[in-house]
């Protein structure tokens, strides 16, 4: 298992436009949460997906949004962007069989530069 | 509000030295907290949790609920220990994730 894997590794766009990024979990894994990391600073919760339905969601506005697919790979949508959305995004994956509820498991991020 | 505060950006220690890496949260529901680490050119991957109880690579962490710390500890730091340390919180009442800023353990040999 390549573990959690998650495309493109980087991107570059500019104010305004909209970009979804995209993860695929461990396999067997059905959560999904989604974390923004700024430069020095921890990851920051945006969502969690459990079963294709949202489960928790953290401080960030609507522009955001995030679903999961039937297969558990899951995507984030960030809309009208801003240059204060350019961060590194990782997607986590959690569940059994692999490690239990809870423990994330992280991929290697997309690092996303606004223009 | 819930938050979890890890008060050292930088924490430079010698071979062979005891290591504290301090993490002080904030909830008011039964928490349950993890460290996470990240190696140079590594994911972040999980290093132990409270409800393990349990000692990984030498480092412990014991949950103190009076204090509102889970403190990571280890008596006698190895180069390889050398990482970037994140303390996190999972708030069951809210289902939302906290991770704290971090703190780079850098051990001189």
């Known amino acids: 298992d390549a573990g959690v894997t998650q495309s493109p590794t980087h991107l570059i766009k500019t104010r305004g436009q909209q970009v979804t990024l995209r993860c695929s979990p461990i396999?067997?894994?059905?959560?999904v949460s989604w974390y923004q990391q700024v430069l020095g600073q921890g990851p920051q919760f945006i969502f969690q997906y459990y079963e294709k339905e949202e489960r928790g969601r953290g401080n960030f506005p609507d522009r955001f949004s995030a679903r999961q697919f039937p297969n558990y790979s899951s995507e984030l949508n960030v809309n009208a962007l801003l240059l204060g959305d350019s961060a590194l995004y990782l997607c986590?994956?959690?569940?059994?069989?692999?490690?239990?509820?809870?423990?994330?498991?992280f991929g290697a991020g997309t690092r996303l530069s606004v223009l | 509000a819930q938050r979890v505060t890890q008060p050292e950006k930088l924490l430079s220690v010698f071979k062979g030295a005891p290591v504290e890496l301090k993490c002080n949260y904030s909830y008011s529901g039964s928490p349950e907290l993890f460290w996470y680490v990240q190696y140079s050119r590594q994911r972040l991957q999980l290093l132990l949790r409270h409800i393990s109880r349990e000692s990984i690579k030498g480092f412990t962490a014991d949950l103190n609920k009076g204090e509102t710390s889970f403190h990571l500890k280890k008596p006698f730091a190895q180069e390889e220990d050398s990482a970037m340390y994140y303390c996190?919180?999972?708030?069951?009442?809210?289902?939302?994730?906290?991770f704290g800023s971090g703190t780079k353990l850098n051990v001189k040999p």
């Open positions: 396999s067997g894994h059905k959560s």
């Open positions: 996190a919180l999972w708030a069951n009442n809210f289902n939302k994730f906290y």
């Open positions: 986590a994956s959690s569940g059994p069989p692999v490690g239990g509820k809870n423990i994330q498991y």
